[in-house]
């Protein structure tokens, strides 16, 4: 065994003796087995002298206790006797051959010390790293005695590779969060196609009950059209029943008018016949009549001759007199009542020409009508602009945008117009309510009439409604009186004071809570669009993940490789340089099959091309997102070998 004295590196034997002794740790595999060792790592190896003062001597086949524990290999010379040595199996590669090949190979010195066929199984081995520093790593030679034997101390000893264990942990790590990654977002775009698929479903149920709506519509037109068919079959017979039920009444009419025309003809010959007789009576009649003029003309006579008595004329015309004054009387009071009823008719008139004009004003109400009729235009243009906005071209919807707001200016304009038309007619309204009020009198009909059609107008300028008192108890309304003393508080002021009614400017007319026709338009797009412009989002955010989730891989590799590069480039000068291992200058080591210098950091071998390109790739400037990588001085081993004596 060499002194560890004389070595700058220093190592605690105690703790390696109690971890081999240690029960805590797991034993991996134990038994005896020959090991190949020189005098510096037993005091079992005679010294032959070939090796000088303070060398290691020809190595020699040595039988040992050996245990594997943790990552580290012990060997003694019996079961219960402190452990000589101990093999770090950090980074190592274990290579297996037959006693004659590693021989012929330079493996081994000589053949294992053991009769026939025994011992012919020698497993050797390795560090990674042997000479990349420009210090040779001792090997661990092994010889067993069976191939099951030497299989299963090649497994356990690969076990022991806390690294490459960490480094496989770690891989199937990274594989199983990009598995669970990758199916996580298989699942996101399965339920992602399964609401596209739910879209278009519902879609489809929405096409197909509009074309049901549109066969029921279809039936029922069928079935109007063929009731009007038989409506119109059946009029058209009665039509014809009728028009040859007339031409019958029209024929049995010709005939008795033509009767009757035979009647007249024969009653006119009758009354031809009559005239004459007729001409004749009155010709007998204006005979009589000169007869009685003559007798007339006497009886005037007579009469002038009995009026030359004077009492009989004045008591005559004192009763003529009286009966003219009577009517000249009569007369002025006719005429003075005539005028008064001529007046009161004029007055009646110019009351009912004003009252008719302010129902007219109301009925009529043009300025209320046109702002109704373009608040339902601007309506009917959004309605356009939201079902149809994203089939339109840019200059279609600018256009159209600029239709509604000139609509919009207008409703403000059309809106100031009709309530000022509306505040004139309330007022009118209001003086008559207060008018009956102070006057104790009832409000005339047409009143009522002018207040129930303001009151609908009030509707559409945002009006208070009428608010009734409430009994809190029993919770009934009760009757408002008009000249109550104190006023129930649970009615508002204006009610109190107006209790039919008042002007109560409100918020803008919107029979629908939450819109607003005033306010500006946005385009808009069908559900069944948007369901796949959101599904098409997803599946982008989806894809946005797995492209940052390699990215971040990549950079943990290429962190990975560059710490490397750089531990690799701050070699000291004289040290052996990584390509050395590329060019095959590892005199006297056997061949290693796969092995690479980033072979035990980044995954399988690489050829010595992509080992420059990686490191000019690497000597670029990264950023700061690279973790620093722990240093390799845990991979040094002494020069006097992988072993450590307890002497």
């Known amino acids: 065994m060499a002194a560890l004295a004389a070595s700058p590196f220093w190592l605690d034997c105690h703790a390696f003796q109690a971890l081999c002794r240690s029960a805590d740790v797991h034993v991996r595999i134990k038994g005896n087995v020959l090991l190949l060792l020189d005098n510096k790592q037993s005091a079992a190896v005679e010294d032959d002298g070939t090796g000088g003062v303070g060398c290691a001597s020809r190595p020699q086949w040595i039988k040992r206790f050996c245990v594997v524990k943790a990552n580290m290999l012990g060997f003694a010379p019996h079961s219960d006797a402190p452990f000589e040595g101990a093999y770090l199996l950090e980074d190592v590669e274990v290579v297996e051959y037959s006693a004659r090949e590693a021989l012929v190979e330079g493996v081994i010195p000589a053949l294992p010390p053991v009769a026939g066929e025994a011992a012919q199984h020698v497993l050797c081995v390795s560090n990674k790293r042997d000479l990349v520093y420009g210090r040779p790593i001792r090997r661990l030679v092994l010889a067993l005695t069976s191939p099951l034997l030497a299989q299963s101390w090649k497994e356990k000893v690969e076990e022991a590779n806390f690294k490459a264990a960490q480094t496989e942990l770690s891989r199937l790590r990274t594989e199983s969060r990009r598995e669970r990654s990758l199916v996580r977002r298989d699942h996101e775009k399965n339920e992602i196609c399964a609401s596209l698929r739910q879209t278009e479903l519902a879609e489809m149920e929405s096409l197909r009950t509009e074309l049901l709506l549109e066969i029921q519509r279809l039936q029922q037109r069928t079935v109007r059209l063929q009731a009007s068919g038989e409506i119109t079959e059946k009029a058209a017979a009665e039509y014809i029943d009728q028009k040859i039920n007339e031409i019958s009444a029209l024929q049995s009419q010709l005939a008795e008018e033509l009767r009757q025309k035979a009647m007249l003809k024969k009653t006119i010959a009758d009354l031809r016949e009559h005239a004459s007789k007729q001409h ?368």
Request: aromatic share 8%; hydrophobic share 35%; with cysteine.
């Open 280 to 647: 004749h009576r009155i010709a007998a009649l204006e005979a009589e009549q000169r007869q009685l003029a003559c007798r007339h003309t006497e009886l005037l006579k007579d009469l002038e001759d009995a009026s030359d008595n004077p009492a009989r004329l004045s008591l005559i015309m004192s009763r003529i007199r009286s009966n003219n004054q009577r009517l000249t009387v009569e007369n002025k009071r006719l005429r003075e009542e005539n005028r008064s009823l001529t007046r009161h008719f004029h007055e009646i008139e110019e009351k009912f020409e004003d009252k008719l004009k302010m129902v007219r004003t109301v009925a009529e109400a043009g300025d209320v009508f046109d702002f109704l009729r373009k608040w339902l235009l601007c309506s009917e243009n959004k309605v356009k602009f939201y079902e149809m906005g994203y089939k339109m071209t840019e200059e279609e919807a600018q256009e159209q945008r600029r239709k509604i707001q000139r609509l919009q200016n207008e409703i403000r304009i059309a809106e100031a117009v009709a309530r000022s038309s509306y505040i004139s007619v309330r007022s009118i309204l209001l003086d008559e309510q207060l008018k009956s009020y102070t006057r104790s009198a009832e409000i005339p009909s047409m009143y009522s009439f002018v207040k129930t059609s303001l009151d609908r107008f009030g509707w559409v300028f945002g009006e208070i409604e009428l608010v009734k008192p409430v009994d809190r108890v029993h919770g009934v309304e009760l009757p408002y009186w008009l000249h109550a003393s104190q006023g129930d508080p649970d009615v508002p002021l204006l009610e109190r004071t107006y209790p039919c009614g008042g002007l109560e400017s409100g918020s803008r007319f919107s029979l629908v809570k939450g819109v607003d026709v005033m306010r500006p338009v946005e385009s808009l797009i069908p559900l069944g669009r948007f369901m796949a412009l959101q599904a098409s989002y997803k599946m982008l955010e989806i894809d946005h993940q797995e492209l940052e989730d390699n990215y971040q891989r990549a950079l943990a590799e290429l962190s990975e490789y560059r710490n490397l590069v750089r531990d690799l480039g701050d070699a000291p000068a004289g040290i052996q340089k990584p390509s050395a291992l590329f060019r095959g200058d590892r005199t006297g080591a056997p061949p290693r099959k796969g092995v690479s210098f980033f072979g035990s950091v980044a995954g399988p071998k690489q050829p010595a091309g992509t080992v420059k390109s990686t490191r000019s790739s690497l000597s670029k400037p990264t950023d700061g997102r690279i973790s620093p990588r722990t240093n390799a001085s845990t991979d040094l081993v002494p020069e006097s070998g992988s072993t450590f004596s307890d002497d």
